[in-house]
């Protein structure tokens, strides 16, 4: 899941910037409105949280201006906790969330787990796929009730596969989806990534797909299935 955090205070931020790093997201952090904007103007993100105080463009305005383009993409404000009218007008311009300061670090992850986890659907929180399950809380894996020994990078490249099982997914896409905003990450980088994850879960039957020089593809289990006991057969 990749977010992106507008907060101009540098401790708070650099904080919230670590935690959410430790727990398995790219965190992407602006320090003012307009920076925020130019990010969601041209970027794809799961998740924002959003300081209501940020210099040259109000937190306010960044959230009026994401809504009236007409992006559904899920809000968490942070606001002062005597602050209420603001916290007001933020949910009245579409935010899905808020959260006073001070707070703990543990009520944020938690209350980032349900947003992102309602920003890809809601309902189960369990994706399965053959014999892989993927449980988006815990942002853990499993082949046949086997946890799988996975690093972030390869959870999160996990998730964006599941998410579009049966179609193509570009590598300029999995940058997108996978590294902070303005990391540099050669496409060689991306090939290492998918290598390691094809190596961990095709041992139980489930493929990525290399469509060369496009990007890869999650294939469906039912056709995974069915093309390994063609295989099977035709050695017989």
């Not at 925020?36 to 109000?58: R, Y």
């Not at 001070?102 to 980032?112: G, K, M, T």
């Amino acid at each position: 899941m990749r977010i992106l955090l507008a907060e101009d205070d540098s401790v708070l931020a650099d904080g919230l910037t670590r935690s959410l790093r430790q727990s398995g997201y790219a965190i992407d952090c602006v320090r003012n409105g307009q920076e925020a904007d130019t990010a969601l103007s041209t970027q794809e993100f799961d998740l924002l949280i959003l300081d209501l105080g940020l210099p040259k463009l109000s937190g306010l305005e960044v959230l009026r201006r994401l809504r009236a383009r007409g992006s559904l993409l899920p809000v968490l404000i942070l606001t002062a906790a005597d602050s209420i009218e603001q916290r007001v007008n933020g949910l009245d311009l579409g935010a899905d969330d808020y959260m006073a300061k001070p707070f703990a670090l543990s009520e944020l992850e938690a209350r980032v787990r349900a947003l992102t986890r309602r920003g890809a659907g809601g309902g189960a929180t369990t994706i399965k796929h053959g014999p892989l399950s993927y449980d988006q809380v815990g942002r853990s894996a499993y082949i046949n009730e086997q946890m799988l020994d996975l690093s972030a990078r390869e959870l999160g490249l996990l998730e964006i596969l599941l998410a579009r099982t049966g179609r193509l997914v570009s590598k300029e896409q999995l940058v997108d989806h996978l590294c902070e905003w303005g990391e540099e990450v050669s496409n060689n980088a991306i090939e290492v990534y998918v290598h390691r994850l094809r190596k961990k879960i095709e041992v139980g039957g489930v493929r990525i797909v290399t469509v060369r020089g496009l990007g890869y593809c999650l294939e469906k289990y039912s056709e995974a299935a069915r093309a390994a006991a063609d295989s099977g057969s035709a050695s017989k």
